[in-house]
């Protein structure tokens, strides 16, 4: 297996010239001035300069001439000379005008650093003798292995290989799937569904957020030809079924479209690249993001007192003791937090706040506890605060020094630096008086002020990406050619399969063992049922003489479409 290191553009920055090549610069600018020089790249890949002194021709060979009409001249006065010299077998060069790339080869990540820094050594070496320098800020390098994190780089880097490979893997797993269920035999359908979702389609999922944010055609059609096996396996469906029709029916979208939205995830979420507004307006940004590391040093600890999951409903009116009572919720309204204070059986302080629509109950009950401790933190240090909170998960997450969760961190902190305020879960809608008026009060339309410190959560990206994904699967389902018998009676996509047994994906495709229907490939010599009649799905669920017992009434010609939606929608008919 061997590396390749790529020196990618190398861009020269011309310091001082010989002074041949002064004398040259100054004749050819002087020429431009009075319009009487120009530079072209003929298709006999010569370079010809006309200058006052007459015409000059050069042959091209390497390189491309860019810029000014002198770089033609600097090209092949000073940065051919790079060209010429003798390179080790595995370093390659190639120069584009002032910029080069260096490929270098080799079989170990030893070899690989000795022999590029050899390389890059007497690529200086030349510079420096041609009072020449490089541009370090435009420098960049990248490697290339032939199998890097699982995934196959082609030679072309068109990605087609690591579907192949990845395909290939699939295929072996699909014939596996084949020994354990057939098409009417075996484990049942909802299992073979779950199955290619969540072994299948994550197998071939991996590393798409490199290769999948802009699939190509070619691409497209490979990954639709690696996902149709198992559409026809999971339906039992007949081999000619259209593959759009599978994947509406299965409620699985097209492979190329879920592993874009996976790579857009990616992008935007852990690469931190906003994408077009096309796809979403949501920037990085604006997502809530997972912390790591501690939040504190790891010896620091709260309180054994400090944290307690017992119900907390009977507690004590105490004067020394400040009762607080959190609540989060989200409704048709928004999503609010709040809490109330109270102390002597008199509410003292209440807070309330509106956070975005598109925020999760979760985070409302975090920011709900972030600012009740907050308030208990700036009281008198000799009042002891019980925060009471019905949301286990809030103080679980909030009480752990090693939480991700960058608002959960800021309560821990809180709670360190202030162990005279404690935390204590209480029955939700138990009928303790404080949870219910903070309940009431985070269901309050009227009150709550807007609260901007919260971003927005992981779900909510991903709810947006999957939203535009069924925008592009519906647009593409209505404008196809093929499945147009499935399409007219179900012509909405889903994430959500239909449940169709193989008879009712048969019966309502029209591809199964129907005299009209095998007459089409050909598989049989007449279109014509046994009874005399045209051999149709229909026929032998409306006037067959042979299935007389099953018959429903026939629709009238024009309202066929409307009687098959009818039929897939009612299980009885079904």
Known sequence: MKSIMVLWSV???????????????????????????????????????????????????????????????????????????????????QAFAADFVLVIEADTNNSLVEDTQSAITQFNSWCSENELAISTEKTNYILFSKMYLGIHVDDRLNWLEPINKQGEKAIKMQQNLKRIAGGNWGISQ??????????????????????????????KRKLSSIQRPFLLH???????????????????????????????????????????????????????????????HPSEHLKPNQISFEDGE???????????????SKTEHGVRATFCVLTNDIWAYQWSAKLNDNNTVFQAELTALHEAVIYASHLPNHNTSKIHVDNRASIMVSSNSKSTNETARKIFKILITNPRIKVSWVKAHAGNIGNERADQLAKDA???QPYSHTKLPKPHIKGLLRKRMLEEWQTSWKNGVTGRK??????????????????????????GPFPAYLKRFPLSDSDYCSCGGIGTAL??????????????????????????????????SR
Not at 198 to 217: D, K, Q, Y
Not at 549 to 561: D, G, L, T, V, Y
């Open 234 to 296: 999971i339906s039992g469906a007949y081999r000619t079924t259209p593959t759009a029709a599978l994947q509406t029916i299965l409620g699985i979208p097209p492979l190329h479209m879920q592993l874009q939205l996976e790579a857009r995830f990616t992008s935007i979420y852990r690469l931190r690249i906003p994408l077009p507004p096309i796809i979403t307006d949501t920037q990085p940004q604006d997502l809530e993001m997972k912390a790591t590391g501690w939040s504190t």
């Open 190 to 219: 909802i299992h073979r569904w779950t199955l290619y979702k969540t072994v299948i389609e994550r197998m071939l999922a991996h590393g798409s957020s490199a290769w999948c944010l802009n699939p190509t055609f070619k691409m």
């Open 486 to 511: 499935i399409y007219n009676i179900m012509p909405s996509v889903s994430l959500r399969p239909t449940n169709w047994i193989r008879e009712d994906v048969i019966f309502f495709s029209q591809h």
């Open 446 to 448: 009227t009150h709550g």
């Open 539 to 572: 026929h032998y669920v409306t006037e067959c003489t042979h299935t007389v017992s099953w018959h429903m009434r026939k629709p009238a010609s024009n309202f066929e479409q409307e009687w098959l939606k009818r039929v897939a929608n009612n299980l009885i």
């Open 314 to 328: 009977a507690y004590k009116a105490r004067k020394d003791i400040l009762n607080v009572f959190t609540d989060g």
């Open 11 to 93: 861009p020269l920055i011309f310091m001082q010239y010989f002074e041949l090549k002064k004398v040259v610069a100054e004749s050819l600018e002087g020429a431009r001035r009075q319009g009487q020089c120009r530079a072209k790249l003929l298709q006999n890949r010569k370079v010809t300069l006309l200058t006052s002194q007459g015409r000059a021709t050069k042959d091209q060979k390497q390189g491309c001439p860019q810029g000014s009409c002198s770089d033609p001249a600097l090209w092949n006065l000073v940065a051919k000379e790079i060209l010429n010299q003798v390179w080790p077998d595995n370093v390659h060069i």
